[in-house]
């Protein structure tokens, strides 16, 4: 049973667009992080957050921001994509402690910018 | 600035070789350190350590973390094929209820037949 869910799967978009990328979780936990993985790279952090309506910067924010309007759902924005920023997309979600072994990802988002 | 470092970056190795994958990490206010595996999806979750000199084994995977030397290492014997994936070390920062995770670049490991 998929306890996150990243809706869009697979996207093309032209440079220049405004992208939404949005994570849902069930499982009412506290922390959200937004990463992407790049063929080795790992996976860099975006942005994360701990709470409703807050965020904190992460290793690459430049870019990209966020949106935490309820507990459930942390949306990554794109405001004027690039190629650069074409990419795997992985969303991820924990209890706030950070306990290791509760730590939940979604399927990922592959964006294609053109 | 927080890092997670991990080597090789990719591995060659044939059925039945033993591995050993390197993670170091430097960071501040260490809380965990995790290895997952993640074979084209998501990550899923092998180990979590968080004492020094305490190893952890699940089947023919171990993995023991250094916290004097800031550092752990991930252990496959007798590899399969099923073993190929990319493993990915990860370390939990904070304290309380907020907390960050940050990965290393990943060890791709490839086991021919």
């Known amino acids: 049973d998929v306890k996150v869910t990243q809706s869009s799967r697979y996207l093309v978009k032209r440079t220049g667009e405004k992208v939404f990328l949005e994570c849902v979780q069930d499982?009412?936990?506290?922390?959200m992080f937004w990463y992407r993985q790049d063929p080795g790279l790992g996976l860099r952090l975006i942005y994360f957050?701990?709470?409703?309506?807050?965020?904190e910067k992460g290793d690459i924010p430049e870019g990209y921001s966020v949106s935490r309007e309820k507990k459930e759902r942390f949306s990554l924005i794109l405001e004027s994509a690039s190629t650069n920023q074409t990419s795997m997309y992985l969303c991820?979600?924990?209890?706030?402690?950070?306990?290791?072994?509760?730590?939940?990802f979604g399927e990922g988002s592959w964006l294609t910018v053109v | 600035e927080d890092k997670v470092v991990q080597s090789p970056l990719s591995l060659v190795v044939h059925e039945g070789d033993t591995v050993t994958l390197n993670c170091s990490y430097e960071?501040?206010?260490?809380?965990?350190l995790l290895w997952y595996k993640q074979e084209k999806k998501a990550p899923t979750f092998l180990f979590m350590l968080?004492?020094?000199?305490i190893e952890k084994k699940s089947g023919r995977l171990s993995s023991i973390l250094d916290k004097k030397e800031l550092f752990s290492i991930l252990n496959i014997t007798a590899t399969q094929t099923g073993d190929s994936a990319i493993y990915l070390c990860?370390?939990?920062?904070?304290?309380?209820?907020?907390?960050?995770?940050?990965f290393g670049q990943g060890t791709t490991l490839q086991v021919k037949p």
């Open positions: 991820a979600s924990t209890v706030g402690g950070l306990s290791g072994n509760t730590i939940y």
């Open positions: 499982m009412d936990h506290e922390n």
């Open positions: 957050s701990y709470d409703v309506k807050m965020k």
């Open positions: 960071v501040t206010n260490f809380r965990s």
């Open positions: 968080t004492s020094s000199g």
């Open positions: 990860a370390v939990v920062l904070g304290s309380g209820n907020t907390g960050k995770l940050i």
